[in-house]
């Protein structure tokens, strides 16, 4: 069907000198994916992410895993038509806008029959549906939408060209996928958000005596502040002792504190709750630390103690399966909250909002 017809605004197009590839609407569909834009392949065949190429390939293969034959899916792109290889950001960004009328019209034909949610694959298809082209920050939970009253669920993650090139980031393209398979078959609950305290109170101060007292209880640790250092470089060693500690963070199953370190430091009335957390990270021998090889360093020079040995880190850890992996805490929201390890330790088996989780950190 000739774009034009669902909307698509070709003749303000940047691409609009091409040939449109035309969607894939298979049979009682079980999925949507949309991808980016075609390639020469898909031009050639006039399919999207066809099986041949390498793109098409991985999510053939990924759909095929869990019992959904290719048959069955509908495949979309976010523009229709094949940019160049080496297309500028802003030509694509147009030419997503342009085509974006045609995409929301196919959708609603798809999702008013069956209400599917979409597999958003890169950073073009993100752009298509949420106008951000930052997939990094809210990859990984399902979403909910809205574009021309038409309301839709989506799932961001990586594009299988880029895993192609980057195999390292492919475990978290992964873990992405199976969500949205579990989201399909409804096996994906709710993310239960814990309660939170930042207020060293009584309630606080109930939280870590409880913690005191239940050393088999596994916790997370981590603590903020407010300058950065390099201890494996020691690039800011100079600047080592000026560092000031603004918080100590534990999280148990149901519940999370954050002690403010700027206000119970030299307060006599929270010395309790100082003491406290200082006896926790020193003594409490069930701890999974967020980055101990930067928290180590800073707890011994900061609150003048050796602590615990974690049980067990999620950077470090990470750092060594993958050390490709930027190191960076927006990219991290967006997927260590998500494996199974981690939900599994604190049992939290869902995060439908966890988006949500992004704006805390
Ligand atoms: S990408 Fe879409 S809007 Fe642009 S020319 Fe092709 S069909 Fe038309």
Redesign the pocket.
């Known amino acids: 069907m000739d ?2 017809s669902l909307g ?3 003749d ?5 000198n ?1 040939k ?1 590839v035309s969607s894939a609407f298979g049979a009682f569909p079980k999925a949507i994916v949309l991808g980016e ?1 075609p390639n020469n392949m898909e031009e050639i065949f006039n399919e999207p992410l066809h099986p041949q190429g390498e793109s098409g390939k991985i999510i053939t293969k990924l759909f095929e895993g869990v019992g959904i034959m290719r048959s069955r899916l509908v495949i979309l792109n976010a ?3 094949r940019a160049n290889f080496n297309e500028k950001e802003d030509v694509k960004i147009a ?1 997503t806008e ?2 974006k009328p ?1 995409l929301i019209n196919e959708l609603r034909y798809v999702i008013q029959r069956r209400p599917l949610p979409i597999l958003a694959l890169g950073k073009y298809a993100s752009v298509a549906l949420t106008n951000n082209k930052e997939i990094m920050n809210h990859m990984g939970p399902v979403t909910k939408g809205k574009i021309d009253n038409l309301e839709f669920e989506y799932l961001s993650t990586f594009h299988p060209n880029f895993i192609a090139k980057q195999p390292s980031y492919s475990p978290v393209m992964l873990q992405h996928f199976y969500r949205y398979i579990d989201y399909l078959n409804n096996k994906l609950p709710p993310w239960d958000w814990k309660d939170e305290l930042y207020l060293p109170d009584k309630n606080m101060l109930d939280v870590l005596k409880y913690i005191k007292a239940h050393p088999n209880e596994q916790i997370g640790t981590d603590s903020e502040t407010d300058g950065l250092l390099d201890p494996i470089t020691n690039r800011h060693k100079k600047e080592f002792g000026k560092l000031k500690l603004l918080n100590v963070g534990f999280s148990t199953t149901d519940i999370s504190v954050s002690v403010p370190w700027n206000i119970v430091e030299n307060d006599p009335e929270f010395a309790e709750i100082k003491a406290l957390t200082i006896d926790i990270v020193a003594n409490h021998p069930n701890q999974v630390y967020q980055n101990a090889d930067y928290d180590l360093p800073v707890w011994y020079k900061i609150l003048g103690i050796k602590p615990a040995m974690p049980k067990h880190d999620t950077l470090i850890a990470s750092r060594i399966l993958n050390p490709e992996w930027k190191a960076e805490l927006g990219f991290r929201c967006a997927f260590e909250f998500h494996v199974e390890r981690w939900k599994t330790i604190f049992k939290m088996l869902g995060d439908v909002a966890g988006k949500n989780m992004v704006k805390h950190l």
Do not use: D, H, Q, T
Request: with cysteine.
């Open positions: 774009p034009r698509a605004k070709c303000e197009c940047p691409l609009n091409r449109p834009g523009f229709s038509c030419a342009c085509c045609r």
